[in-house]
């Protein structure tokens, strides 16, 4: 009986449970994302945003002090356009296939652009060849440099070069920091295409300032007078207006082609507060002038031919720098190639008191 009244009990609830709706069990949660008759999601109508594309590198302006422009045909064809291939070291070398210095140092060449030519540009000029014998040359020893020629034996200036091979270093805005006029070695290359890679050529141990020379009587800058490249005089009374630097250089000096950089830099940032002269020593006007056009300089420039541009002091080593401040006093001196750094500090001493 009781069972009786147990099934009876089970009816009633199941009656009960429909008519409140659950006649169907659904293991899915009720959260319609979960429902299994939820569409899946419509693909977006829209595209996702794409990654813009990276801006064309920013083509690297010359210096004002960078050597000229120039362009020579491409072995290969084409041409090289120095201020189309700024932007990194450059590496530029002429020689003749003719001359045998030129073409036993090629191997260190070779070799060097193997190791560096992701980091600079190089380009070798055949001087006075054209472009079958400058490839066949190439062929033969097996280089793969980027070579260019010139039919007659002048360089991409117009200019005829004695002496071959001849090599011009080149930081990334087109300013001269290394000449090699002649054969060097794979050693010395790289050492200057590493310090081209610098804001300036380095100079190892700068010269730090020293007293004047003992042949300026109480360290006092005597009166003289120099023709200036170009026309006119630069003449120094004794009291200038301004501080001044005075540089003594020669086209031959290496030593004075690596700092001449550094104090371009001063000139460009002190002109106004700052009179500047560069002094070729034993060089005539023509010489100094090509220098300057040649690394584009933009600073006075005078020349001293035999080679004693003060009263009584015979010029006995380059470079020699000067810093004289408004009562003629050599306020610093220094007697060997320095820095950017160690000029300015004196050039502020002298302009802070």
């Not at 070798?124 to 020629?149: C, H, M, Q, R």
């Not at 920091?177 to 002649?182: A, L, Q, R, S, W």
Request: proline share 10%; net charge negative.
């Amino acid at each position: 009986m009781r069972y009786k009244y147990y099934v009876i009990a089970s009816l009633i609830a199941a009656l009960l449970l429909l008519a409140a709706g659950c006649s169907k069990f659904t293991p899915y949660p009720t959260d319609p994302t979960y429902s299994p008759t939820t569409e899946p999601t419509a693909k977006p109508t829209t595209e996702p945003e794409k990654t813009p594309s990276p801006e064309p590198a920013t083509k690297t302006e010359p210096a004002a002090n960078a050597m000229p422009d120039f362009s020579v045909p491409l072995v290969g064809g084409g041409t090289f356009t120095l201020y189309e291939n700024l932007g990194k070291p450059l590496f530029i070398s002429m020689f003749s296939t003719s001359n045998a210095p030129g073409t036993e140092g090629m191997t260190h060449i070779e070799r060097l652009y193997k190791d560096m030519g992701d980091k600079a540009t190089f380009l070798v000029i055949n001087l006075g060849g054209d472009e079958a014998s400058t490839k066949a040359f190439a062929e033969e020893n097996g280089y793969t440099l980027p070579f260019a020629y010139t039919p007659d034996i002048k360089g991409p200036y117009g200019e005829e070069y004695s002496l071959n091979p001849q090599t011009l270093i080149l930081n990334a805005a087109g300013v001269l920091t290394g000449y090699f006029p002649g054969a060097s070695d794979y050693d010395n290359y790289y050492a200057a295409l590493e310090k081209a890679g610098q804001d300036l050529p380095i100079i190892e141990n700068p010269v730090q300032p020293a007293d004047a020379p003992k042949e300026f009587a109480d360290g006092i800058m005597p009166a003289f007078s120099l023709p200036m490249v170009g026309g006119g005089d630069f003449v120094f009374s004794g009291k200038p207006d301004k501080p001044v630097l005075i540089n003594l250089f020669a086209t031959w000096c290496g030593s004075c082609w690596e700092e001449m950089p550094h104090i371009e830099k001063l000139y460009n940032e002190m002109d106004s507060d700052v009179d500047f002269l560069i002094i070729d020593i034993g060089e005539d006007e023509a010489t100094a002038r090509e220098y300057i056009e040649q690394v584009g300089s933009t600073m006075p420039f005078a020349y001293s031919i035999d080679g004693a541009p003060f009263p009584d002091y015979p010029v006995q080593f380059l470079p020699q720098t000067f810093i004289i401040d408004t009562d003629g006093v050599i306020k610093a001196y220094f007697p060997g190639p320095s820095d950017y750094k160690n000029f300015r500090a004196a050039l502020e001493v002298v302009m802070s008191q």
